[in-house]
């Protein structure tokens, strides 16, 4: 069995619903009337009602809650006062509020003031924000990582979040990130974080003003950041992976404006960037002790790059916006995209910018969905490459996307089917992917030491709504089954491998009711043989996937470069 990571939190009680509105004030469309007001009204994911022994547990869990603050909603509002109410900024206020990852509910309601104008009255109810996980095993030592953190600090839309992990033979992790939703009260995004790993580390700093709306007219970014990391090559053979580094220093300006209609846009943009990857001369073999492993032909097959650009952006999209319930959450709000969107990045160094490395290089996206309430198609993916033009030869290819299928027979029954491709070809630094990536792997296949440059893996899933548990959250269970391939494509120690298939069941947890968060712990156990994997795996783990359809796999983006957009229209990135 491999390493457990238990997932922790001060849990709400229940969610507080909108008070009754006055009989007396009549809902009326937008219609172009000025917005005379706008009534914010945030409430904390708790309900303090409760009689008897439930009434200092829910007076104690409410006091510890800081309640979203009025401006930090207010920012990322479309309607103004003052300006014409028009129910497309209705709309969209109310999808970017949902979007936030603090907030689990979110209404936008327009009333008549009597007077020739409206009142817009902004109801959100907070998710959950102390958070926490614990990772622990069988043997000593038995306490080996710690997570803690606020995801809503004092009310104000900033996530703070710090780590610890045991480095067994090696230094202990440390690591801490801090985001601002709405800084500054303006709907832009700052990011600082920082990471001591066993082996290497990182450092990055963003401020973006990014693309939340085809409202806006303009979107920008501000980016630098540093990373040392160390990739080990898995091999079946061996319990101990030679390991080699590679270091990554990058920065980037750059901005985007709109032009068109919302719904039907196009985006056009310039950034300037530097990339500079650098890979390590001397191969480690670690496993209970750290020593050299003399390998010449793994350095030989990197090389690194030196790539300041001059990148032009474009992006086209045709799109509406559904909202639908308890597709990636277990039954919570999304917005899900109807139709189709594409962007692209075409960049070429710049000698004048301290390009020592001259090349061309291409990133595009494509995504397309469609459906309803009950059923929903959608279809992603992502690629990029890179083209050096004194060797006139393409290399850094990197390609990813998924495709699924929703299908709600039932308000409380949900089945979904996906397909997740991952591709790297002719990489310029350390490179594998592998069967055990807790994102993109095969369930009960966390000890697999199978790696390659292709992956395939397609999911079943089938999950059961059973409702709400006292008004404190709601819970369900799945029934899981996981396939997937691994294709050697030049990887060291790559190996073609047979076909991995993981089945189990899960546990399946909302809270407060409707959060858009999930809760799981997966049994997962391996139904094809492997030598390497234990007999079960479980795994808990939380997740918010209602704002993306394609989440990249951790193995494929440590591949990609970090100036690159992995879409037009989530740059700068959310």
Not at 15 to 38: E, F, H, K
């Amino acid at each position: 069995m491999g390493l457990s990571i238990a997932s922790i939190a001060l849990l709400p009680l229940a969610p507080i619903r909108a008070t009754a509105q006055d009989t007396a004030r009549v809902i009326s469309p937008c219609d172009g009337l000025p917005v005379s007001a706008i009534d914010i009204r945030p409430q904390v994911p708790y309900y303090a009602g409760y009689t008897g022994q439930w009434r200092p547990i829910a007076r104690a869990a409410a006091s510890a809650h800081s309640t979203t603050r009025a401006n930090v909603i207010r920012s990322f509002l479309a309607l103004h006062i003052g300006a014409p109410c028009t129910e497309v900024r209705r709309e969209e206020s109310e999808r970017i509020l949902r979007a936030q990852p603090f907030l689990s509910e979110a209404r936008v309601t327009v009333y008549d003031d009597h007077v020739g104008g409206v009142r817009v009255d902004v109801f959100t109810a907070d998710e959950i924000s102390v958070l926490g996980a614990v990772a622990a095993r069988s043997q000593a030592p038995h306490f080996v990582g710690l997570r803690l953190g606020d995801a809503n600090l004092a009310g104000e839309g900033v996530r703070v979040v710090g780590e610890w992990a045991e480095g067994f033979a090696l230094r202990d992790h440390f690591g801490g990130r801090i985001t601002d939703y709405a800084f500054a009260n303006h709907p832009w995004q700052l990011t600082v974080q920082g990471n001591r790993d066993q082996l290497g580390g990182n450092w990055s700093a963003n401020l973006v003003h990014p693309f939340l709306t085809d409202l806006q007219r303009y979107g920008w970014i501000v980016e630098a950041g540093e990373l040392r990391t160390y990739v080990s090559f898995l091999t079946p053979t061996s319990p101990e992976s030679p390991t080699l580094d590679f270091s990554r220093h990058y920065s980037q300006v750059g901005g985007l404006v709109r032009f068109g209609r919302p719904g039907h846009v196009s985006l056009f943009g310039v950034s300037v960037s530097d990339e500079n990857e650098t890979t390590g001369t001397n191969p480690l073999l670690v496993g209970d002790s750290v020593v050299p492993f003399p390998d010449p032909g793994l350095v030989s097959r990197y090389s690194g790059f030196r790539a300041a650009r001059l990148n032009l952006l474009f992006g086209v999209r045709d799109v509406a916006f559904r909202r639908v319930l308890g597709f990636d959450a277990l039954n919570g709000e999304q917005d899900v995209l109807e139709g189709a969107e594409f962007g692209t990045l075409i960049g070429r160094s710049v000698e004048v910018l301290g390009a020592t490395s001259q090349d061309d290089f291409l990133a595009s996206t494509i995504y397309a969905g469609g459906g309803n309430a009950r059923s929903y198609v959608g279809v992603a993916a992502e690629a990029q490459a890179r083209h050096d033009i004194r060797s006139d030869t393409w290399d850094d290819i990197v390609a990813g996307g998924r495709f699924a299928w929703y299908w709600k027979p039932a308000a409380t029954l949900t089945f979904i089917v996906s397909e997740e491709y991952s591709l790297g070809l002719d990489q310029t630094v350390p490179f594998e992917l592998t069967l055990s990536d807790l994102r993109g792997g095969v369930r009960g296949f966390h000890d697999s030491q199978m790696a390659g440059g292709e992956r395939t893996v397609t999911r079943f899933e089938e999950r059961w709504l059973l409702g709400p548990v006292k008004d404190f959250g709601e819970i369900g269970v799945a029934a899981f089954t996981d396939v997937g391939r691994i294709w050697a494509e030049g990887v060291p120690y790559g190996v073609n491998s047979p076909t991995a298939v993981g089945v189990g069941l899960s546990l399946l947890a909302a809270v407060p009711i409707h959060s858009k968060r999930l809760w799981r712990v997966d049994f997962a156990v391996p139904a094809t043989h492997d030598p390497n994997v234990g007999h079960y795996e479980i795994r808990f783990s939380t997740s918010d996937a209602s704002g993306r359809f394609y989440i990249e796999p951790h193995d494929l983006g440590r591949a990609r470069e970090r100036t690159v957009p992995t879409s037009i229209f989530e740059y700068p990135p959310q």
